[in-house]
C-alpha cells in the first residue's frame, strides 16, 4: 500500500508518535523485567526519590527535554536511555510502515522490532537476556508465521523433496518458523559449545541461543543464518576496537605492574590478558544485526516461492 502527499505525512506522524508511546511501554519492559517487577504496578517514579510521574511529565521524548533531563522533584540526573529508546522505537515504526505499508507483514514485524529492542538494550544494560521475552517471543513468531509466513522457502524444499506435495500455506509458514527457530537455537548453541571447548570458558549464554530461537522464528533459516553472521561479525569487530583501545588506554596497567613484579609474566602480556576479558554482550549485536536483516531481506523472497501459491 502506498501513500502520497499530505496523507503520507498525517500517517507516518501518527505512527511516530504511537512509536515513542510504545517506546516508553518498552522502557518500562526494560528496567523492570530483570529486576522482577511487574510491568503494570505500579506507575512510574523516579528511580531516586520514587516521586510518582505526572502525566504531563511522561511524554515521550519531549518530556525529558524540557525536564533537561532530571527530575522535576528532586533533580536528579534521568538517564538519557529513555528518550533514546523512545525515539528509536518511533523511527523503527516509522521504517516498518514504509518498507511494509499498512498490511498484516508490517504488524508482525512492529511485535519483533518491540521485542528486539527490549532484548538488546537490557542485554546491553544488565547482561541478561529474559526468559519473559524470549519465549513469548518465540510463541509469537510461529503463530504469526501462519498468517504472514517467513520469506524462507527450505520448508518447502523439504515437503517437496520427501513428500512431493506442498502443505497449507499457514501450516508451511508454522513449519518455516519452527526450521527457523530449530536452525538459530542449534546453531548458535553450537558454536558456543565449540567455544567453551576451546577456550575452556562460556562464550555466550543460552539467553543468546534463546534469542536465536525467537528470531528463527521471525525470519526463517536463511535470514536466521545471515543475523548470526552479522551480528557476530560485528562482536568480534567492535570487541577486538574496544580491547585495543582499553589496552592502550591504559587499563589494568597497576595490576599488572604488580603481577609482573611477582614473576608472573612480562607486564604487557598481562595486560592483554587482564583486558582480554572484558565481556561484551553478544545479544546487543545480535539484535542490531536482526534489525538490518529485516529491513535489508525480509522483503525479497527466494525466487523459488513466486507463483507456487
Wanted: charged share 15%; with cysteine; hydrophobic share 50%.
Amino acid at each position: 500500500m502506498h501513500f502520497h502527499g499530505d496523507q503520507q505525512i498525517v500517517i507516518l506522524a501518527f505512527v511516530f508518535v504511537f512509536g515513542t508511546v510504545i517506546g516508553s511501554f518498552l522502557n518500562v519492559c526494560i528496567t523492570r523485567i530483570p529486576e522482577e517487577i511487574s510491568i503494570v504496578t505500579p506507575g512510574s517514579k523516579c528511580p531516586k526519590c520514587q516521586t510518582p510521574i505526572k502525566p504531563y511529565d511522561n511524554v515521550p521524548v519531549f518530556a525529558w527535554l524540557w525536564l533537561r533531563g532530571k527530575c522535576r522533584n528532586c533533580g536528579q540526573p534521568i538517564s538519557p536511555m529513555y528518550p533514546l529508546v523512545e525515539l528509536a522505537t518511533g523511527l523503527l515504526f516509522v521504517g516498518c510502515v514504509l518498507e511494509f505499508g499498512i498490511t498484516e507483514a508490517a504488524v508482525k514485524w512492529l511485535f519483533f522490532v518491540s521485542l528486539i529492542i527490549v532484548l538488546t538494550i537490557t542485554d546491553l544494560r544488565v547482561r541478561l537476556l529474559p526468559d519473559l521475552v524470549t519465549w513469548p517471543g518465540l510463541a509469537v513468531g510461529v503463530v504469526s508465521a501462519a498468517i504472514v509466513p517467513p520469506e524462507d522457502g527450505t520448508a518447502f524444499m523439504i515437503s517437496w523433496r520427501l513428500f512431493h506435495k506442498l502443505p497449507s500455506e499457514r501450516l508451511l509458514g508454522v513449519f518455516e518458523a519452527l526450521l527457523g527457530a530449530f536452525f538459530g537455537s542449534f546453531l548458535l548453541w553450537g558454536a558456543a559449545t565449540v567455544y567453551k571447548l576451546l577456550r575452556g570458558r562460556e562464550g555466550m549464554g543460552l539467553g543468546d541461543v534463546k534469542m536465536m530461537a525467537m528470531a528463527g522464528a521471525f525470519f526463517g533459516v536463511r535470514n536466521t543464518f545471515l543475523t548470526i553472521l552479522l551480528g557476530t561479525a560485528l562482536g568480534s569487530i567492535v570487541g577486538i576496537a574496544i580491547i585495543v583501545g582499553l589496552y592502550f588506554w591504559g587499563l589494568g596497567r597497576g595490576l599488572a605492574k604488580r603481577a609482573a613484579r611477582r614473576g608472573l609474566g612480562t607486564e604487557n602480556k598481562l595486560r592483554w590478558v587482564i583486558v582480554s576479558q572484558y565481556h561484551l554482550p553478544l545479544g546487543t549485536f545480535l539484535g542490531v544485526a536482526a534489525l538490518v536483516v529485516m529491513f535489508a531481506f525480509t522483503n525479497y523472497p527466494l525466487s523459488i516461492l513466486p507463483g507456487v501459491f
